[in-house]
């Protein structure tokens, strides 16, 4: 059940205060503060990248305070004419989880994506993190997959051939 004295909302690039305040969210709630608060980027980028079509950023207040939030971004499938967003980070201050926040936001981001004619949204959530998983199957469907990190400095291969696998 979504409680309705939580708002939620889409930013826009007016609302760099308020995306500096999900990154405060995210660090506390991700055990994470130095990756989110050492090096904030300045209000310029980040208003910059709230202009941006493709990212989207929706944040729940609760008497003026940002409680939680998610960042994501619509993709642009090759294969046909179609999109999809994915759900980067999400999170939910300690005080304000198990009350339907995360699924208000879900539900915002919903809006979003039929208003931009999307035709999914895809998350990851990692094995050890219950609730999260709880929450993501009570909206969907779950498949399994196993995610990579691939290291951009790591050796490139001096044979570049066509970047075509055979």
Do not use: W
């Amino acid at each position: 059940m979504v409680c309705s004295c939580y708002t939620y909302r889409q930013l826009t690039c007016a609302d760099t205060s308020l995306l500096k305040d999900l990154l405060r969210v995210f660090g506390d709630a991700f055990g994470e503060v130095e990756t989110y608060q050492q090096s904030v980027p300045s209000d310029d980028y980040i208003a910059r990248l709230l202009s941006k079509q493709h990212f989207i950023a929706v944040v729940a207040i609760k008497s003026e305070e940002v409680v939680g939030g998610l960042a994501a971004y619509e993709l642009d499938k090759f294969e046909q004419d179609r999109r999809e967003i994915y759900i980067y980070d999400l999170a939910v201050a300690e005080g304000h989880r198990r009350r339907g926040v995360a699924t208000g936001m879900i539900g915002e981001l919903r809006r979003i994506a039929l208003e931009r004619n999307v035709y999914v949204i895809f998350v990851q959530a990692n094995l050890e993190d219950g609730p999260a998983i709880a929450l993501y199957e009570s909206l969907g469907t779950k498949e399994t997959a196993h995610h990579f990190d691939i290291e951009v400095r790591a050796a490139v291969p001096q044979n570049r051939g066509t970047g075509r696998q055979q």
